[in-house]
């Protein structure tokens, strides 16, 4: 069991920057572009797919999203491509468990295996950090053959990756559906792939986005946003797709864009094909991170209508706005759309301005609902539980922190977000997550996880001691963030030398707050062409 918790430009410029990044733009004037937002060189949104070599199959290429099957058996990892080597980017599905079985126990010197097993030791460990040497996707030491199980092509710059499972019970003794989301900016597009909901036995690895025998790279039919007549707008994906989340049903996904100062709406119909519906403009520049807001039991319970609700951070306003989701169900036809309902300023920062991620600590509200026994009176007390908010701002650096207040009534709901502190940590936050450590209890506790690209460091934040519990020493461009459902293990990509950090988190381990394992081994930034 878990241990737990504007228009697509034309093709002529997409080729001309291919050529110009080739050869114009220097690996780390890229990166340091890369540590703003995971990168505008020059225009991204304007990229060749046929220019440059396939890339490898079976290797990380500047990870850019991780994310971790809903069974717990795989994790994904999107290579962005950033400097244009390939004529494409990647996501490869590897076998988390036998992953897991080689990560060393350096904090047990009973166990025989002890400190890095068949690993042996890490001689770089200033500029890759960790006791052992890295696991070889290729050839690791369990003799077992390469642990990438699936891959397939997808565009350049991609920014993030998000798995959904269809909702209701899991199944039994079939593959399932759930679905990885992309939000690729050299095409742009959201693109999807389906993927098995492996917490059924005997599920697979597959990677299926339409491909043919004659290429591995995903079908236009599983780019969402690049065709206009498959929606009753007549609308295209805006340029720069970064964020994205997810209604808890998962038939809505939001996405931001970072040089539009738009949102995208894209449906998520499970017996369909996702499609753009709606793009909401007028927003500040930088639109970046985006977390969903779950729906309170009690509205559940009551089956009265409720429109889901997101919040959203941008790099050039000081304010978290509120998104609402209607699915227009009572039109005919229907038309999805999004409409800004509220906006809260941050008022804490010297600045407030250049935010980056958001999450949203549900923790509370959840545990007060499960206690309820579906009492109506007492889920609607559980619904005034606040949520809490976690922010990565860059000025200065810090996590911006606030809470969201639920309102009911016999028929209505209404959310209200409130921004009162900031705690200081170190420069060049970019993602943050809510995860969960084990304590000397031997119990999980949650805690608030912030990236810090520029200064190499993984923020581990306590939300009920209001204190930073540890700063894990990273390589260089720590970026995306997963959990292990399993084991107290988080998984950081580093972008700039493109392989996967383990993370201890278990409080009772002397190795607790460092990273014990490299999945894939470390390379340097290639020179242009």
């Not at 540590?35 to 304007?46: D, E, F, N, R």
């Not at 494409?88 to 025989?112: C, K, N, Q, S, Y």
């Not at 939001?254 to 793009?279: D, I, M, R």
């Not at 720590?478 to 700039?496: C, E, K, Q, W």
Request: hydrophobic share 40%; glycine share 10%.
């Amino acid at each position: 069991m878990p241990w737990q918790h504007p228009p697509v430009p034309h093709s002529a410029c997409r080729s001309a920057l291919s050529r110009a990044a080739r050869s114009a733009i220097p690996p780390f004037v890229a990166l340091l572009a890369a540590a703003g937002a995971l990168g505008t060189v020059a225009s991204a949104g304007c990229v060749s797919p046929g220019d440059g070599p396939s890339p490898p199959a079976n290797e990380f290429y500047y990870p850019a999203g991780l994310a971790i099957s809903p069974g717990g058996h795989s994790m994904f990892v999107v290579n962005s491509d950033f400097d244009l080597q390939y004529n494409a980017g990647t996501v490869i599905a590897l076998d988390l468990d036998r992953i897991r079985a080689m990560i060393p126990p350096v904090w047990d010197t009973d166990d025989p295996r002890y400190p890095c097993g068949v690993l042996g030791d890490n001689r770089q460990t200033v500029l890759y950090p960790g006791r052992c040497a890295a696991i070889d996707l290729q050839a690791p030491a369990d003799g077992a053959g390469t642990l990438v199980a699936a891959s397939t092509q997808i565009g350049a710059f991609a920014t993030d990756a998000l798995v959904l499972v269809p909702p209701g019970p899991a199944p039994t003794g079939t593959e399932g559906g759930a679905r990885l989301f992309i939000p690729v900016r050299g095409d742009p597009s959201i693109t999807w792939i389906e993927i098995a909901d492996d917490r059924a036995e005997g599920t697979t690895r597959k990677l299926s986005c339409g491909q043919s025998g004659d290429s591995p790279r995903c079908a236009g039919a599983h780019r969402a946003g690049e065709n206009a007549s498959s929606n009753l707008r007549g609308a295209v994906l805006p340029a720069e797709p970064y964020g994205i989340a997810a209604t808890e049903s998962g038939d809505a996904l939001l996405v931001t864009h970072q040089t539009a100062g738009a949102v995208s709406l894209v449906t998520n119909p499970w017996e369909g094909t996702p499609t753009l519906q709606f793009v909401l403009g007028g927003f500040s520049y930088g639109a970046l991170g985006i977390a969903a807001l779950p729906v309170p039991a009690y509205v559940r319970s009551r089956g009265f209508e409720y429109n889901p609700a997101f919040l959203t951070t941008f790099r050039a306003s000081a304010e978290v706005d509120t998104v609402r989701y209607y699915n227009d169900q009572a039109a005919a036809p229907a038309r999805p759309f999004v409409s800004r309902t509220a906006v809260a300023p941050i008022t804490v920062n010297a600045s407030g301005v250049d935010s980056r991620g958001i999450a949203v600590d549900s923790h509370d509200r959840i545990a007060c609902e499960q206690s309820c026994d579906a009492d109506i009176e007492c889920l609607r007390a559980c619904s005034e539980v606040p949520l809490g908010v976690f922010i990565a701002n860059r000025s200065p650096p810090s996590i911006i922190v606030g809470e969201v207040r639920t309102r009911v009534g016999d028929t209505w709901a209404d959310d209200s977000v409130t921004i009162f502190d900031s705690v200081p940590i170190r420069f060049g936050p970019s993602k943050v997550q809510i995860g969960q450590v084990i304590e000397d209890d031997g119990l999980p506790h949650r805690r608030v996880f912030v990236s810090c690209f520029d200064s190499r460091t993984v923020v581990i934040y306590d939300p009920a001691r209001l204190r930073i519990d540890a700063e894990v020493r990273t390589g260089r461009g720590p970026h995306a963030l997963a959990f292990d459902p399993y084991l107290p293990i988080a998984y950081v990509g580093h972008f700039t030398d493109s392989y996967v950090g383990a993370i201890d988190l278990d409080r009772r381990h002397s190795s607790y707050g460092t990273i014990i394992a490299s999945i894939g081994a470390p390379k340097p930034p290639r020179e242009s062409k």
